[in-house]
Every structure is written in structure tokens, then in C-alpha cells.
């Protein structure tokens, strides 16, 4: 398993923010500072809530934390064509980053068994058959934490992104609620893992 060092992980971002900027100038225009904002506090609290938990580095959660949506920086992050996950897998594995490919991955499924209907890109098909090879790790369930407690530029309760995810891509009340409880369950597990209420870290109200 091979992760990029700090440094390589850095340039990596520069890099693909070049790379959005040239071949999608308009979602650069409008989101470059959220996308960048949203990258860095994954990344951060992967590393604060990593501190607190004996056998995960913090600074490999970190790496992790800001390339995991990598992908998006690829291709049209708009474009329904195709999943962003997917895109950044492919591509961190062309450059022999398996374990952040994985985490490109995994990082949108807390729960591997979903249904295809509840996303609306083509890919899900070999994404779910990818996901079914994959054993779920700390790092795993890290990032896909991390990514449900950041709204805009902020960290936030989950159910405030819930709120986000539901209003955005207009997913149903149902399926929001299962995973709600099943993002829930993920931030129990780290709670017990940490000692501690991972919102009071994080000094979320
Ligand atoms: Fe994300």
C-alpha cells in the first residue's frame, strides 16, 4: 500500500487545482475557495480526531483527508456522467497512490450496501463492485466521517449536512434517514475511540 509523503500530497493539490482551473474555468470561478476550504478541514479534522486515537497516523490522515476528492479536480465535478469517486480512484492509482485511490473511493460509503437508485451516476454499477473487494479500515471510516462533519467552511453537525446532501442532490426523506443513523453509528464509533464527544473537539455547538 503506497501513500503519498506531505509534500507530494501538497503538490498533488496544487496540481489538480491547476488542472480545474484550465479545464473547468467556470467551477473554478465559483467554487475554487469552498472546494479548497472543504478539502482542508477534512483533512484537518482527519488529523485531530487521528491525535486522539493510538494506530492512526495523523499525518497520513491528513494526506488522505485533503486528496479524497481528488477526483472532482479531474473532470466536470458537475458533469452526472460521472462519479468523482471513481475518477479520483483511477487516477491516484494510475500514479501508485492505492491507498488514497481507496479512500477516493470509499469516502461517499459509510454504507457499501446502497442501492444504485439512490445515486444518480451510471458509474455506481463498478463503483459498488470495486466497494465489495474492499475491507473497510480506520482510515476508511475516517474520511468518511470527516467528509459528513464539513459544510461550506465549517465544521458542522452531521445533520446539518444531511440538510446540505438532501437539499443538493435532492435525495429523499427516507433515504436521508438511513443515513443519517448509519453516519451517526460512524460518529459513535469514533467518539468511543477518542473518549470523548467528537463535536466538543471539534468546538461544534
Ligand atoms: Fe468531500
Redesign the pocket.
Known amino acids: 500500500m503506497t501513500c503519498p509523503s506531505i509534500k507530494q500530497a501538497l503538490d498533488l493539490f496544487d496540481e489538480g487545482l491547476a488542472v480545474m482551473r484550465k479545464e473547468q474555468p467556470r467551477f473554478a470561478f465559483y467554487c475554487e475557495k469552498s472546494f479548497r476550504s472543504?478539502?482542508c478541514l477534512?483533512a484537518c479534522c482527519a488529523e485531530m480526531i487521528a491525535s486522539r486515537i493510538d494506530n492512526i497516523d495523523g499525518q497520513k490522515a491528513y494526506i488522505l483527508g485533503l486528496l479524497?476528492?481528488y477526483g472532482?479536480m479531474m473532470r466536470d465535478a458537475d458533469n452526472k456522467e460521472y462519479f468523482h469517486g471513481l475518477t479520483g480512484y483511477n487516477e491516484m492509482n494510475r500514479l501508485g497512490y492505492d491507498e488514497v485511490a481507496r479512500v477516493c473511493l470509499t469516502?461517499t460509503f459509510p454504507d457499501k450496501d446502497f442501492k444504485y437508485t439512490e445515486y444518480s451516476y451510471p458509474e455506481m454499477r463498478k463503483t459498488k463492485k470495486l466497494l465489495a473487494q474492499v475491507d473497510y479500515d480506520d482510515y476508511d471510516r475516517l474520511i468518511q466521517l470527516c467528509?459528513l462533519l464539513?459544510v461550506g467552511m465549517n465544521f458542522s453537525k452531521i445533520k446539518d449536512r444531511m440538510i446540505f446532501v438532501k437539499d443538493k442532490y435532492r435525495v429523499s426523506t427516507m433515504v436521508i434517514k438511513r443515513r443519517y443513523r448509519q453516519a451517526l453509528r460512524l460518529k459513535n464509533y469514533f467518539d468511543r475511540r477518542c473518549g470523548c464527544n467528537i463535536y466538543r473537539l471539534l468546538g461544534i455547538n
Open positions: 472543504h478539502c477534512v479524497h476528492d472532482k469516502h467528509d464539513v
